[in-house]
């Protein structure tokens, strides 16, 4: 029986899944990204999440699949293989496969070929044909991500301080950024975004600013989702040769904010009217396994 291991290392979260045979064991922790959480956290998190699933070392694995939004970083990629390389038999880096977190969202939904939109805290596109990838976004929060969980909240906050400018009351977006994070008025919110700038932090609040009924609230939304949609156009024009162009989204917030999803997903077919748009139905990890899964089998045919 075949035994892999499939890891989605996400800026927010780790999820892992072993699949050894009838046996099928998850476990999930903090991210273990070297470019969100420092290598010393991702040194306790992926130790964590191995014992967890029963990898102590003495247990060997046919092959292991890592996607993370990092695995172009050549620092990222050494470090994962090092630290999971023992794990499998025999021990060597080609058993140890590290890729970009979109090719597990194409996977999962059975996709050898397509372009994956990804939006929770941060957003980005990644379209994959054959051995050509090709990207749009994705550059954090500082640069870009527009469209995701961050940027939402963001717009947000810009929305609160313009109304405080002009000495209009905060408004139902108001009373869920103010209650949420405890501050009086939108000076003491901004004090607290620039002091306290996480990404996850803030991004966990844009379904509730979503939801909130706010005026302001269906104008981010709209923009979100045409941000979102001109990611995939641009990936699909650098591409090409796709037709018709499957796209699935996928990320926390798209998964689960359905009519943030639906904005996107009409704003795509609208603008790429050759589209296939559709919601992951499978988690990304499960995309991992099956990557795990067709390195092992490569690897046996050529043993």
């Known amino acids: 029986m075949t035994a892999v291991l499939g890891l989605d290392v996400g800026g927010t979260m780790t999820r892992g899944w072993l699949a050894d045979g009838a046996e099928s064991r998850r476990a999930s ?4 990204s070297l470019a969100a959480a420092g290598r010393s956290q991702s040194e306790r998190v992926l130790a964590e999440l191995l014992a967890a699933l029963g990898l102590d070392g003495s247990r060997r694995l046919d092959a292991i699949c890592v996607g993370t ?15 999971l390389s023992h794990l499998v038999d025999p021990p060597a880096r080609e058993r140890v496969s590290v890729v970009n977190d979109s090719r597990l969202v194409l996977a999962a939904e059975q996709l050898g070929s397509g372009i994956a939109l990804i939006a929770g805290t941060g957003s980005t596109a990644i379209g994959v044909l054959g051995p050509a990838e090709e990207r749009a976004g994705g550059w954090g929060y500082l640069l870009g991500d527009d469209g995701s969980g961050y940027w939402v909240t963001r717009e947000a906050v810009r929305e609160l ?16 950024l103010l209650g949420a994070t405890g501050t009086p008025d939108a000076l003491g919110l901004i004090q607290l975004f620039h002091e306290e700038p996480a990404p996850a932090r803030w991004a966990a ?35 090409g040769h ?14 689960h904010h359905r009519p943030l999803a639906e904005a996107t997903l009409a704003a795509i077919a609208e603008r790429l009217p050759g589209a296939d748009g ?4 499978r988690p ?15 690897l046996a045919a050529t043993a």
């Open 29 to 32: 922790g903090p991210s273990a």
């Open 284 to 298: 990304p990890v499960a995309g991992a396994v099956v990557l795990a899964r067709a390195l092992a089998d490569r």
């Open 278 to 281: 559709r919601l992951a139905t």
């Open 205 to 239: 609040l844009a379904p509730a600013v979503l939801d909130c009924g706010d005026e302001a609230a269906g104008s981010i939304r709209t923009r979100a989702a045409a941000a979102l949609a001109a990611l995939v156009v641009e990936v699909a024009g650098r591409l």
């Open 242 to 255: 796709l037709d018709p162009v499957p796209v699935v989204a996928s990320g926390g917030l798209l998964v």
């Open 69 to 83: 939004a990092g695995s172009g970083a050549g620092e990222a990629v050494d470090w994962v293989v090092r630290r």
């Open 161 to 176: 301080c313009s109304r405080h400018d002009e000495h209009r009351a905060p408004g139902l977006i108001g009373e869920v």
